[in-house]
């Protein structure tokens, strides 16, 4: 059931044309990763909805006590500037591997830059995490406290398979060349990047910013 | 010429979802209240359409019918689950 080039197949940057057969490929994949972002998402609402059912105690220490205003900043500049920086990796591929033997350098360096902010976000948040625990907020303290961690735990796990894909089709990139397999890889990945930053814009509106109001 | 149309897209995504971080952050520093929580959402909100529609490029002119129900179910079952946690615990809440 393909639909004439020209027209997107999917929802999400598409190859184009110019990319031929690999275009028409992209389709089911691509449907299918947006079949297991959605799926994730309903994961990421359940977390929100028992986060959302739970307040801080004034047994243990709140969001005013815990959360490190100026590192939620960054940590949010950091995720949305990759965000970026992983499309313009995509577009670059995009671009300049419709044919063959095109450089892969810019491709490389995009994804790398991608990484690079990924790791600063996460070096943040560990800190975070660590500095929690250590003001008196570690999870096991209330409901609260546990639905906080796991709630921005599991995005931080998220972000970390993020880098940790990223890594392996830079690897795949360098050695087979941007073929069909990595070009579907690399549409997939940059859906998941940039998935992982709207869950992010939820984390740091509802309970960041929210419980420092 | 189409090319740099693309590239554009998503500079066009990271100005404005730069400007709806920027102002919920400057509101939380400076003035806080109950007020700014809706400006909050709003900027949530606003910001989240900008991602769909700029970077993930979720736009339902010309696609299968299959791609749009699936984003639209998702954000059913989203409604359900999320609202009737909430609904039921915050019934229970002030039933306690």
Request: hydrophobic content about 55%; glycine content about 10%.
């Amino acid at each position: 059931m393909s639909a004439p080039t020209g027209q997107s197949l999917h929802p999400g940057l598409n190859l184009g044309e110019e990319h031929g057969d690999d275009h028409l490929e992209a389709e089911t994949s691509v449907f299918g990763f947006w079949v297991f972002m959605m799926s994730d998402l309903v994961t990421f609402g359940m977390f929100f909805a028992v986060f959302a059912t739970t307040m801080p105690l004034a047994c243990c220490p709140g969001p005013k006590e815990l959360f490190d205003f100026g590192s939620i900043a960054w940590q949010t500049a950091f995720l949305l500037l990759s965000s970026v920086t992983s499309g313009m990796a995509v577009l670059t591929m995009k671009q300049e591997h419709g044919g063959r033997g095109a450089c892969t350098k810019k491709l490389v360096f995009w994804l790398l830059l991608t990484v690079l902010l990924g790791c600063g976000f996460l070096y943040r948040e560990i800190s975070d995490f660590i500095s929690m625990a250590a003001a008196g907020g570690p999870p096991t303290r209330s409901g609260y406290l546990s639905a906080l961690w796991s709630l921005v735990g599991l995005h931080g796990l998220h972000v970390t398979g993020g880098i940790i894909w990223c890594l392996v089709i830079v690897v795949g990139v360098l050695v087979r060349g941007v073929d069909r397999r990595w070009k579907l890889a690399l549409l997939r990945w940059a859906l998941f990047w940039h998935f992982l930053d709207v869950v992010w814009i939820f984390i740091f509106s509802f309970v960041f910013l929210g419980g420092l109001l | 010429m189409k090319k740099s149309k693309e590239l554009h897209h998503y500079l066009t995504g990271f100005a404005l979802a730069a400007v709806l971080t920027i102002i919920p952050f400057t509101l939380v520093a400076t003035v806080g209240g109950a007020r700014s929580y809706i400006v909050l959402v709003l900027c949530a909100i606003l910001q989240v359409i900008v991602h769909l529609r700029f970077f993930l490029h979720l736009s339902f002119r010309g696609q299968q019918k299959e791609d749009l129900q699936l984003v639209l179910f998702t954000g059913f079952i989203l409604f359900l689950m999320i609202g009737g946690t909430i609904w039921v615990l915050g019934d229970l809440y002030t039933r306690m």
